[in-house]
């Protein structure tokens, strides 16, 4: 199971989760009180192992300051929010510069079932999805769960087509039964492991970690 420790804004929790096993850490860039400059998640991006991957996550931002960002960042792949992200989304995804490809995560609310055929319309070159609960005046980052029981059908039938991330309300306690039920490639948390917003609860990011690459499904 693939694990994303979202919303890292500090050295010492980016280690923290790296040690526990995560497979990204994600770095906001977009208006949050975990909101990161690029200057300072480079320094973060630098001291990690090269396995790890570090998404930057915007929010409709242009095309031209994604791209500069994840230059500045050290970005290896970019968790889009927004209809502006879809204009990336359908243009080439290598860095500038390199022939590296970044990897592009589309970020979506929970469809419902007469949605997803449209939403497989949009995915341009995304590698993954992420489904995020559905809350009104918010892109993303809610901290609430959804129905995953209504969203298992849905989910199955994406599955085919892409990999699926799940977000929303997930913590250590949540995220096995999570895991279970939707069957996803991968799950994201931010504030399901936090003291406060911004500064990570290094043993709930240790409990999440395992509860979710414990299970064998």
């Known amino acids: 199971m693939w694990v994303k420790i979202c919303g890292t804004t500090n050295l010492d929790d980016a280690l923290a989760a790296v040690d526990a096993g995560a497979d990204a850490l994600g770095f906001v860039f977009a208006e949050s009180p975990r909101r990161m400059e690029p200057a300072a998640a480079g320094e973060i991006t630098r001291a990690v192992p090269e396995r790890v991957e570090r998404i930057g996550v ?3 931002e242009s095309t031209e300051r994604i791209r500069k960002i994840v230059e500045e960042a050290g970005l290896t792949g ?3 929010h ?3 992200g879809l204009e990336f989304a359908m243009s080439s995804t290598g860095e500038p510069g390199s022939s590296r490809r970044l990897q592009l995560i589309l970020a979506f609310p929970t469809p419902r079932s007469g949605e997803i055929s449209q939403l497989l319309l949009r995915l341009g070159n995304a590698d993954r999805v992420l489904l995020d609960t559905a809350v009104q005046g918010k892109r993303g980052g809610s901290g ?3 129905n995953w029981e209504m969203g298992r059908a849905s989910l199955e039938i994406m599955s085919g087509h892409m990999k699926i ?3 929303g309300g997930l913590t250590p306690g949540n995220v096995a039964d999570a895991i279970r039920t939707l ?3 991968g799950v994201d ?3 399901g492991v936090e003291l406060e917003p911004g500064k990570k609860d290094h043993e709930k990011v240790r409990a999440f970690v395992k509860a979710a690459k414990s299970l064998r499904l």
Do not use: Y
Request: glycine share 4%.
């Open 189 to 191: 948390v931010s504030s």
């Open 165 to 167: 991330i799940i977000a």
């Open 78 to 80: 970019v968790q889009l």
């Open 144 to 146: 609430e769960t959804w």
């Open 58 to 60: 915007f929010v409709d």
């Open 183 to 185: 069957r996803p490639w």
């Open 82 to 84: 927004g209809d502006k």
